[in-house]
């Protein structure tokens, strides 16, 4: 696994990205293909057939232990680009940005016309209630 | 040493090595090397590592500077002559120590068996091979399939779990809403109004991270406040600095010597739940913390504004608190209430208190804004180069040769706390105008004092229309009035457009009144003598005979009847609706001659006034009973 070594700039890290894809892909695949060789046995060694059969076993538990550490290390590059691109995409949030504002403006403007309205009405009543109290007796 | 094939002999110095120099100048030397001494010293010279073949060859190589620690090693020796030997030894020794152990075990037979190396591989049957390769790759197959497993279930767990959408969702949410970056392995996100042109140096940083697993399960039961189950399990936690923890508001009051007139306390998100709960879903938090950031900055500005300002009576800035004298004997106080997370909102406003203003609640926190507003907005045209944010009207001043005076006028800014005192002044003189105007109304039931509050006002301005009128006889006669209250004084229009400027203390607007409602009762009478027929002989506002009233003139008139046999005298004081009536016949109907009145044509000349009883007239109000008696008076000649 490449490791996360705090890149300054984002040429960096996006390099680091796509090493870490290579690299987990390499691995997976590498791991696989030793895994075959191993399977198809040909290889003379010193040791006896029995403990060749045992490191064989052992080998290949390791490598397909490390295809799968290698898979969930390509899901976490999947998260950490996506993370990425979330905080990057500077397009897109410019776009909310403008929805958003878009949408606060529109909701001021029925805010603001609402009030309005019930301003208008208000004094209207107000008006009369005025007129109504201040000609009444009982003040 | 052989350098170009010159041989150069070494042999020992034949002057024994100098051991020490007494003070005395006498040298000590080191006795001369025995024999044996001297074999010691050549044997540890010996390089026992140099046997290998590797070691001779690199010695070539390496010659000079083994020449260089030779010497060294010479120096040491004195030391420990043997040193070498005796590491060599001590490994043999080791070694051998080892192989007795493992013999020791291997003869045990328990834990170690030692076997022959068969010369000839054992021929092991193919098939066992293949077995054995089976299971091995079956071995290989399930680690596979589990860590495949673990991933399809991780998957399938995120996709069933859709009701709490996955971190990088809620990111994505966070990130359309705030603004977040990366800085190392952490996402630091920003909730302060600098992007809105604020200036205030704290910054409000947070912190986003992932909620853990096990707080994820353990947060549904929570939320109290009715809130939906399943939002505080949400994927992303933000963690905010303490001191923008909790809930803040700003509470302004009007006291009047330690008596609340008025209190307002903003509190952006209102009172709705704004309990700190640790698992607030972070739209709130976040809102919470931004709101007490607003008012800190707020309250920030005030008290540096409050001491910077030189008022006549000094402003004082005490803890939290900020008092400002708006009118003599009020004041304006506007706290900072920041309660933290522990106790949640117990000390709500008390009841006495509850009488919230929302106009300065608002204007405040817009005051503020429109500060935030112009730090970014500047106004056109800007320059390409030179400082942006002078005014249209300060660029201006170059090519206009603006002197200093003009200069000095310009950069003079309405501070907030100005702003804010101007505004709570207007809100005490709009209360006091309102109370005058009520508690005539009141008293006055005789003409009808109206007032009707213009809708269209600003923060420091609203405007009040007066009709003074009769019940009854709107149509005849009506005084209107037109006041303006303005911060610290009241202009008033009267109906014969004169214009009236008052200070702020409201006895000087109740005396206007009571001038107008005296003024009313004279005109309305003339207004409802022309209509009854009457004429009137003379009037005037400012009766100068009579005693002197306290307030104002005596107004009054006099009115003849059409056939010009009446006469009516209306006196009218401002001070407790003095209204005398007096009522004179002339000819009497009755002509008796007496020695000094000869002849009837003299009695025109007008007789004694004969004062009438108002209290004691039918009618509802003055203006009905003044008909009546008009109407009396007529119908009698």
């Given amino acids: 696994m490449t490791s996360r070594a705090l890149p300054q700039s984002k040429e960096a890290l996006l390099k680091s990205y796509r090493t870490r894809l290579k690299d987990d892909v390499k691995s997976m695949l590498e791991n696989f293909e030793e895994i075959i060789k191993l399977a198809k046995g040909e290889h003379d060694t010193q040791l006896s057939r029995l403990t060749q059969c045992e490191q064989d076993t052992y080998e290949m538990h390791v490598r397909s232990a490390n295809i799968v550490r290698a898979g969930e290390s390509l899901m976490k590059l999947v998260s950490d680009i996506k993370q990425y691109l979330i905080l990057n995409d500077f397009p897109s949030v410019n776009e909310a940005i403008t929805q958003n504002s878009k949408l606060f403006r529109t909701k001021q403007a029925e805010c603001d016309q609402k009030l309005m309205s019930l301003r208008d009405d208000m004094a209207a009543d107000l008006y009369d209630l005025e007129e109504e109290y201040y000609s009444s007796i009982n003040k | 040493m052989a350098f170009n094939g010159v041989n150069i002999s070494v042999e020992a110095p034949i002057e024994n090595q100098i051991q020490e120099i007494t003070y005395e100048g006498v040298e000590i030397y080191q006795p ?211 001191e923008l923890q909790g809930v803040a508001y700003i509470e302004v009051l009007c006291q009047k010597d330690q008596e609340d007139l008025c209190s ?167 209360m006091r105008t309102e109370y005058v105007l009520d508690t005539i109304a009141k008293e006055f039931k005789d003409p009808l004092i109206s007032s009707h509050w213009n809708t269209l006002n600003s923060p420091t301005q609203s405007c009040v229309k007066i009709n003074i009128s009769t019940h009854g006889y709107d149509a005849v006669c009506r005084t209107p009035l037109v006041i303006h209250v303005g911060e610290k004084s009241l202009k008033c229009i009267c109906r014969d457009g004169k214009v009236m400027n008052m200070s702020y203390e409201p006895q000087e607007l109740r005396d206007l009144i009571f001038c107008h409602i005296n003024q009313h009762q004279i005109l309305a009478v003339q207004a409802l003598a022309k209509t009854m027929g009457w004429q009137c002989l003379g009037n005037s506002n400012h009766l100068g005979s009579g005693p002197v009233e306290p307030l104002g003139n005596a107004a009054s008139c006099l009115l003849v009847s059409p056939t010009g046999d009446r006469i009516i005298a209306v006196r009218c004081e401002p001070q407790a609706s003095g209204l005398q009536v007096a009522v004179a016949h002339s000819p009497r109907t009755d002509f008796i001659p007496t020695r000094l009145v000869l002849e009837r044509k003299w009695e025109h000349l007008g007789g004694q006034f004969r004062d009438v009883r108002l209290d004691k007239m039918e009618g509802k109000n003055f203006l009905h009973k003044m008909e009546l008696l008009m109407a009396s008076l007529t119908s009698n000649s």
């Fill in chain 2, 264 to 430: 307002a306390s903003i509190n952006l998100l209102g009172s709705g739940a704004p309990s700190s709960n640790p698992d607030m879903h972070w739209q709130q938090k976040l809102e919470a913390a931004q709101n007490v950031l607003f008012c800190k900055e707020l309250f920030n500005q005030l008290a540096k504004e409050a001491v910077e300002l030189q008022a006549p009576i000094p402003h004082m800035v005490v803890g939290n608190q900020i008092m400002a004298t708006v009118l003599p004997g009020i004041q304006l106080i506007i706290a900072l209430r920041h309660s933290t997370s522990a106790e949640k909102k117990q000390e709500k406003p008390s009841p006495s208190k509850s009488e919230h203003d929302h106009v300065l609640e608002h204007s405040l926190h817009q005051l503020l804004r429109e500060v935030h507003h112009k730090n970014t907005h500047h106004p056109f045209p800007h320059p390409a180069t030179g400082p942006l944010g002078p005014s249209k009207k300060r660029m201006m001043a170059g090519p206009m040769a603006a002197d200093r005076y003009e200069l000095l006028e310009m950069t003079k800014q309405e501070k907030l706390l100005e702003q804010i005192v101007k505004q709570a002044q207007h809100f005490i003189m709009r």
């Fill in chain 2, 32 to 242: 001369p090397l025995t024999l044996s001494e001297s074999l010691a010293k050549y044997a540890q010279k010996i390089d026992f590592s140099k046997t290998i073949e590797a070691d001779v060859k690199k010695e070539d190589v390496t010659d000079e500077n083994k020449s260089d620690s030779d010497s060294k090693d010479a120096f040491q020796s004195s030391l420990w002559p043997w040193d070498s030997v005796r590491n060599k030894l001590r490994n043999a020794f080791q070694e051998i120590s080892v192989l007795a152990d493992v013999l020791a075990i291997a003869k045990d037979k328990r834990y170690m068996v030692l076997d022959p190396v068969p010369q000839e591989p054992l021929e092991t049957k193919p098939m066992v091979q293949i077995y054995a390769r089976k299971k091995a790759l079956a071995g290989a197959a399930n680690v596979l399939l589990a860590g495949a497993e673990k991933l399809k279930t991780s998957q399938n767990e995120a996709a069933r779990n859709r009701t709490t959408p996955d971190f990088h969702i809620e990111l994505l949410r966070l990130r359309q809403n705030w603004r977040l970056k990366k800085v190392s392995n952490t996402i630091i996100g920003d909730l302060s109004y600098r992007t809105a042109g604020s200036k205030y140096l704290q910054t409000g940083t947070f912190e986003v991270t992932k909620a853990e697993e096990d707080e994820k399960l353990c947060s549904p039961p929570g939320s109290p406040g009715g809130a939906p189950p399943n939002k505080p399990s949400s994927a992303l936690k933000v963690s905010i600095p303490s």
